[in-house]
Structures are given as C-alpha cells and as structure tokens.
C-alpha cells in the first residue's frame, strides 16, 4: 500500500462520521447519506491519485463534492423539481414534517426559512439539526467561523422579529 | 418554546439515525470500494497505456484548477463581477475576504452587498450588530 493510500486511508477514519452526519442533514435517509459519503470519498481518492498533492484534502473539497453528488443523484432520480424549487441549484436540508408539533409557529418558521438562501438554509440546518458548532460548519462550506456566528445570529434575529411569541432558548 | 427547541424533534431523529448505522462496517466498504477502484486503475494503465513509470496517473488539469487555487481564483472571478455591480458576487468577495483576514476590506464589501441588495448580507450585518 502505498503512502498516499495510507494518509487517504486515515483521512477516511478521521472524517467519515462527521461527513455522515453532515449528510444526513442534507439528505435525511441514512443509507442514501452512507452511499454519499463512500462515492465522495471515492471521488477524492480519484483526485488525490492526479499526482497533485497541492490539493489539499480537507472537509471542505468533501462537502463540495457530496454536494455536487447529491444534485447528480437527485436530478437522476427526478427529484429537483421537488427539492430545488425554492433553493436555486444548492440542494439543502428541507425541513421535514414533525409528527408531534402541527403548531402554527413551526409552519411559520419553516415558511421563514424558505425564504432564506440556499446557504444560509445549510448553515442553519446544520448548527440546529446537525448540532454542527460554528467552527465545524465553517469548514464545511469553506467561511470564516464568524461569518457563520454572524449568520446564525442575523438568522436567529430575523425570526424573533418575526415571531416576538418565540422565547430564547438560552433564557 | 424556542426556535432550537423547535428542531428537537428533527435533531433527536438525526441522532438516532446515526447511532444505528454500522460505522465498521460502513467504514470497511469505504475501503473496499478503493481498493477496487485502484485496481481497476491499475488493470487499465496495464492494458491502455502502459505503467507510467513513476506510479501516478497524470495531473488532471480541471481538478487541479478546480480545488488547487481556490480561494484566490474565486476572489478574482468575484471581484471583476462585483465591480460591474452583482450584489451577490460583492457578498462573497466579502466572505472571501474575511477568510482570508482581511477584515477592514471584507467589512466595505459587505455594507456594498448588503446596499445592492444581497439579502445574505443584510442578515449577516444583522447579525454582526448583535455580536
């Protein structure tokens, strides 16, 4: 085995469960996030081997290319209209139903939420469902981790402009 | 109740759905699925071209250009597009710019998005107010 294959190997062990997980919050469905991560890392290894070791491997390039996968994948199984109808050509987490909470408010923010970027919608997502930290979710996307403190914040600010009824979650 | 407190539900059913999942066994179709793939390199160098001497497959220029000079190709790109007035390419000078620790510049393009009308940077001002 040779060296390159070795560090690419350990790459893997260190990022896989962080990568599903970031995954699952895109996707929802746990085979369909595992079957994301291998074909990412696949492609990776497949760069990797170019030679050209000045491409770095990092969190970032794999979030790019699962990304890139999910909306090959979706477009395949004829699914964009669906999901990018609001969200441009970014495939994000959508905010699925809950079963226990019909409420008004929750319909609410999830129309609220719609109307945010197909980015800022991935951020958001990953820090409240992923429970990504700012810092995690900033080398996801390639950011500052306070361009994303900043987001949250503004994002968060939004909605109690919107909807004073909500409390504080810290409070 | 919150907004977090909102998406319990939604983060609860992500942790459960990772705690189910196999990890070795995910972990060894991982590696499963590169060996195969280099082996399958390897038959084909074989056959099509010969062993390339040093081991490697040639440097495929659009994966280097791609992820190689990133972020300071990207910057260019978005600076010329900026300057002709796209309030989303200014946003994103700015987050490049902040990536980079240029903060005094990052904080003009940022207030320049936000006044073309980038609606990320108008919450991302609303939340710099708040931090």
Same mark, same amino acid.
């Given at each position: ?8 190997? $350990? ?5 896989? %469960? =962080? ?11 746990s ?7 291998? $074909? ?9 081997? =170019?030679?050209?070791?000045?491409? $770095? ?29 609001r969200?441009? $050509?970014?495939? =994000? ?38 429970g ?6 900033? %080398? ?5 981790? =306070? ?17 004073p ?7 | 109740?919150?907004? /977090?407190?909102?998406?319990? @539900? /939604? ?14 066994? @995910?972990?060894?179709?991982?590696i ?12 084909? !160098?074989?056959?099509?071209t010969?062993?390339d ?15 190689? !000079? ?9 600076l ?19 990536? !980079? /620790?240029?903060?005094t ?5 940022? @207030? ?18 708040? !931090?």
């Open positions: 085995m040779s060296t390159d294959r070795e560090e690419f190997d $350990e790459f893997v062990r260190q990022h896989r %469960e =962080t990568l599903v997980r970031y995954a699952l919050v895109l996707c929802r469905d085979h369909f996030a595992q079957d994301l991560v291998q $074909e990412t890392f696949l492609r990776m290894w497949r760069i990797r081997k =170019t030679g050209d070791r000045a491409i $770095e491997l990092n969190r970032y390039l794999a979030a790019t290319i699962l990304k890139n996968i999910l909306i090959d994948q979706l477009r395949r199984r004829g699914k964009e209209i669906e999901l990018f109808r969200m441009g $050509e970014t495939p =994000t987490a959508i905010l699925p139903e809950d079963p226990s909470d019909k409420s008004a408010a929750r319909e609410q923010i999830r129309r609220f939420l719609e109307k945010l970027s197909a980015p800022l919608q991935e951020i958001f997502f990953l820090n409240v469902v992923g990504f930290q700012p810092r995690e979710i900033a %080398e996801f996307v390639g950011l500052k981790p =306070t361009t994303i403190s900043n987001y949250l914040s503004g994002i968060r600010k939004l909605i109690k402009a919107e909807h009824d909500l409390n504080d979650d810290n409070s | 109740m919150g907004v /977090d407190r909102m998406f319990d @539900h /939604d983060a609860r059913a992500l942790t459960r759905q990772m705690s189910s999942m196999d990890s070795e066994a @995910h972990l060894r179709s991982i499963a699925a590169l060996d195969a793939d280099d082996a399958a390199q390897d038959a084909e !160098t074989e056959v099509s010969g062993r001497p040093t081991g490697r497959t040639p440097v495929s220029r659009p994966a280097a250009e791609q992820f190689g !000079t990133w972020p300071d190709s990207e910057l260019t790109q978005c010329r597009q900026a300057r002709q007035g796209d309030a989303a390419s200014a946003r994103r000078v700015a987050e490049l710019l902040e990536l !980079t /620790d240029q903060a510049a990052a904080a003009a393009w940022w @207030h320049r998005a936000a006044a073309a009308g980038d609606s990320d940077a108008i919450i991302y001002i609303e939340g710099f107010r708040t !931090t």
